[in-house]
């Protein structure tokens, strides 16, 4: 299943490389199913899908399969910050306690901290803090004590328990990991922001997000809990791991590569009560696809602008001191730390030779825990998504695997 188009500086013959790399992964039982999705300039280079949605029921992944986007979700959320920011209604530098008092009178752990009481008095994250991933917030899923404790907690808003109001609440309750602005860490900070927009604008995020986003870009298949009417084309999530697909710190290689971990029937995806505006969205390849031209184009989607073309490109300008890895990050995160740093919502490569893959300077990027990933190169015009269903997204480098084919097959 491949679409063949003979311009743009791509070869055809080198293209067919990637449907063969994907093949591969579903012969190695590496991944179930995948598909990808190639664009230069708004024209269709590539398409290719491959493999199962449901290996226990024999159904194919397809172009309209359902997926969880999980962090894929993150980019999205702060594209309805920035639209609130251009509305006047906030700045970056506001204390994320104008919105959540709750967030007031902040303590942050003191360095080398073994308990959760350890804790030194600290300033309030702001908006940028979060947006950045420099808050002091964690995931249960990174090293320390915080990510611990959010871990006896089950803090990582699942799709399932409670409300995002209440699941922000317990958030607020703890200890930051670090002083906010002095590290990198992979966080539940979007999330936070989600809940931001909710009190802002007066609508739930869903509502917000359908109002705002989907609705005028044309994404008719992405929301929080996937519908009845969508529950055929809803794929299986899969892990290579024992237990929880999502415990990073107790991860155990078990005796399959593909063990069903959530499915259509019996997923919390099919009636969502956490609006997480980090990792709950699941949606298409097509629908994805529509969001990353809307920032290839600079905010510009089917009517009208979202985001204005200066915010689009702050938005994909490295907001840090230097690259991740300059800022002592002991987290998980979806990208290479060295040569990359960090926008809004995404990140961005500063130097590709660095970051040991191939590609431009000024990709921005972003994936999520199942694998997917997408990226948008101004320099090349493009824009691409691949979308799969295994989770930990570290179990493998088909990122920068992909990254290198789609370069290889570039002779312009």
Known sequence: MVTDFNGHGFNVQRLDRIGNWMQAYVDQRKYAGSSVLIKQGGVEVYFNACGQRSVENDLPFERDTVARIYSMTKPITTVGVMMLVERGLFTLDTPISKFIPSFSDMQALVPGATAIDQVTPCATPTVHHLLTHTSGLSYPFNPGVLAQEMEAQDLVFKPRGGTLAEQVEL?????????????????????????????????????????????????????????????????????????????????????????????AGSSPFEAATVWSGGGG?????????????????????????????????????????GDIASMGPQ????????????????AVVLDPARARCPGSIGDFSWGGMASTFFWVDPVLDLSVVFFTQLSPSSSYSSRAELKALIHGALLT
């Open 171 to 263: 958030v607020a309750a703890l200890p930051l990991a670090f002083e906010p602005g002095t590290r990198w860490e992979y966080s539940v900070g979007i999330d936070i922001l989600g809940r931001i927009i909710e009190i802002v604008s007066g609508k739930s995020l869903d509502q917000f997000f359908q109002d705002e986003i989907f609705l005028p870009l044309g994404m008719t298949d992405t929301e929080f809990s996937v519908r009845s009417q969508n529950i055929n084309r809803f794929a299986s999530l899969y892990t290579p791991l024992e237990g929880n697909a999502m415990d990073l710190n107790a991860a155990q290689i078990g005796g399959s590569s593909l063990r069903l971990a959530d499915e």
């Open 281 to 321: 969205l699941l949606g298409t390849l097509d629908d994805y696809m529509l969001f990353a031209e809307m920032i290839r184009q600079g905010g510009k989607g089917r009517e009208g602008h979202l985001l204005s073309p200066r915010t689009l490109e702050f938005m994909m300008s490295n907001h840090l001191p």
């Open 331 to 346: 987290s998980f995160a979806e990208q290479p730390m060295e040569g990359m740093g960090f926008g809004l919502g995404g």
